[in-house]
Every structure is written in C-alpha cells, then in structure tokens.
C-alpha cells in the first residue's frame, strides 16, 4: 500500500500533519488504527516507534482497506480536531445527531465486547464511526437512509470539502428552448 498513490487519489491528505505505517496482518481485528499525537496504545498493541508521538499515526493492518477508509479515519479523527472547517461541520454533525440513536448504537457494539464507559465510547468511536459510515462509503449501499436530512446535508458538505463529493450541479438546462427554422442559434 503505497502512500502517495492515496494521496494522488485524495489531495486533501497532502501536507496533513500524520505519519503513516503500512503493516500487513489479513487476520488482524481491525483494518486501520489512527493515532492521537499523545496517545501510547495498549499494552497489548503498543504504537509503533514509527508512529511517534506529537504527531497523529495512522496504522494500517489489512490489505483489503480502502484508500476512501484512511481518508475517511484522518477525517473522522484528526481533520475534525486540525481542520476548523471540518471541526465546524463535526458539531453540525454531532447536533443533528439525537442521543437516543448514540446510545441504541451503543448498546449495539457492547453486544461486540465494548467496555469503555458510554462517554468514552461515543467520542473515540460512536460519532467518529457515525460520521464516516455514509461520508466515506462504510456502512454500504442505501446507506443514507439511516441519516436524517439534516445529517446528510452536513455530510454532503464534508464530502465535497475533502473532494469526495460530487461537484456542485451546473445551472438546469431551460425546460424550454427556441430554436430557429433557419439555424441561427442565437448568444
């Protein structure tokens, strides 16, 4: 997994400040783990040296992740924190989001094995996961029924912020337009 071919792909990574560690494991639990500049990891996957600290570290496991899910993960993890214009859309994001779906969606992942208390859980992993599901193709096909208007407006800004959106429509073509006998098409 080349880097700089990701970033050919999503030029919003260019100059992000995050080191990046590409470690092939097919059988590892997750794809990717994204880095806090302070963050250590766990005693049983500490970060890797080539991750240093002061720095955001994106690790890579699988080799089937996506280039869309490391943007996606820098995005949803770091961009919202470093960037003031997806930091501004996150808590549009966060507001339109009603606590009761946090915590069905909580209750969902504790069937998984989740431990950490629900504020924990809701900012290291609920919003952040809820945010990239429909933004960076995560959660699949159709998957924007499972988002109000009012998210999916925000989403579709931070789609076409990062380059992954579609480019705002031209002007609709007239319903109704003359057309000369003689072939004169007029300015």
Do not use: C
């Not at 092939?24 to 639990?29: E, G, H, L, T, Y």
């Not at 794809?31 to 690790?59: M, V, W």
């Not at 490391?70 to 339109?96: C, N, R």
């Not at 909580?106 to 919003?127: D, I, N, V």
């Amino acid at each position: 997994m080349d880097y700089s071919e990701i970033v050919k792909l999503y030029p919003y990574l260019k100059d992000k400040p995050f080191d990046f560690l590409y470690t092939p494991s097919p059988n590892a639990d997750v794809y990717l783990e994204t880095y806090s500049p302070e963050e250590t990891g766990p005693p049983t996957a500490p970060r890797p040296k080539e991750l240093p600290l002061g720095r955001y570290g994106i690790q890579v496991f699988k080799p089937n992740t996506r280039p869309i899910d490391i943007l996606g993960d820098y995005v949803s993890h770091a961009g919202v924190k470093e960037d003031p214009t997806l930091s501004k859309l996150y808590q549009e994001f966060k507001s339109a989001t009603p606590d009761a779906v946090m915590k069905a969606r909580y209750k969902e992942h504790q069937q998984f094995g989740e431990k950490r208390p629900y504020s924990a859980w809701l900012e290291m992993t609920g919003y952040p996961e809820l945010f990239r599901g429909y933004t960076f193709d995560q959660f699949g096909p159709n998957s924007e029924r499972m988002y109000s208007p009012e998210q999916l407006k925000v989403l579709n800004k931070v789609k076409q912020y990062v380059g992954i959106g579609p480019p705002p429509s031209a002007p609709p073509e007239p319903a109704f337009m003359y057309k000369d006998p003689f072939g004169y098409v007029g300015p």
